[in-house]
């Protein structure tokens, strides 16, 4: 079974830094692209990054500016999100999402973990 | 940025009833359009994926349709577990992107 979780939402002041990771079980991890989605508090999906399964490919929202950072270690089956100079409009719901088998790279998403509420206030 | 607009942003209707939702992108996004239902504090499910193909385990009353930028799930008799909100996603350009969702709800 395909299980996604999530981890290191919580509370940070504006400005500061948060690392999300993503543990992968019942798949090859290692084969697949996995992604970053992320939703406000009642408003829609925004994806936020994408990362090629070796890592060679790495995409970003615009609207990120260079604050986010996504990574991978295959070994340990994990993606993973550093967040930097966090702002209000920062506070989400973040999911990981993993890529169907049938798409390298640009993709829609078929299976997401619960989320991680990250929530940026002083 | 291509931009997908749903409407409607809220459809009331009643179980049996047939639901048609829209999708429709600012320019063309061939046939990379995914359709996703939420219901409230559940993780998104990939419902249809390049426009009609029902992902895994979707039931056979879930349709999709379309084709450029004008596209369409229907919904051939609504089940109580259907109502929800629904998100159309492109995957034709980076940066992906989602529709603002419609609510289906029941009247």
């Known amino acids: 079974e395909v299980q996604l979780v999530e981890s290191g939402g919580g509370l940070v002041k504006p400005g500061g830094s948060l690392r999300l990771s993503c543990a992968a079980s019942?798949?090859?991890?290692?084969?697949?692209?996995m992604n970053w989605v992320r939703q406000a508090p009642g408003k829609g999906l925004e994806w936020v990054s994408s990362?090629?399964?070796?890592?060679?490919?790495?995409y970003y929202a615009d609207s990120l500016k260079g604050r986010f950072t996504i990574s991978r270690d295959n070994a340990k089956n994990s993606v993973y999100l550093q967040m930097s100079s966090l702002r209000a409009e920062d506070t989400a719901v973040y999911y990981c999402?993993?890529?169907?088998?049938?798409?390298?790279?640009?993709?829609?998403?078929?299976?997401w973990g619960q989320g991680t509420l990250v929530t940026v206030s002083s | 940025e291509i931009v997908l607009t749903q409407s409607p942003a809220t459809l009331s209707l009643s179980p049996g009833e047939r639901a048609t939702l829209s999708c429709r992108a600012s320019q063309s996004v061939n046939s990379y359009l995914a359709w996703y239902q939420q219901k409230p504090g559940q993780a998104p499910r990939l419902l249809i994926y390049d426009v009609s193909s029902r992902a895994t385990g979707i039931p056979a009353r879930f349709s999709g349709s379309g084709s450029g930028t004008d596209f369409t799930l229907a919904i051939s008799r609504l089940e109580p577990e259907d109502f929800a909100v629904y998100y159309c996603q492109q995957r034709s350009n980076w940066p992906l992107t989602f529709g603002g969702g419609t609510k289906v709800e029941i009247k």
């Open positions: 999402a993993r890529n169907p088998p049938f798409i390298a790279l640009r993709s829609y998403f078929d299976y």
């Open positions: 019942g798949f090859t991890f290692s084969s697949y692209t």
């Open positions: 990362i090629s399964s070796s890592s060679n490919h790495i």
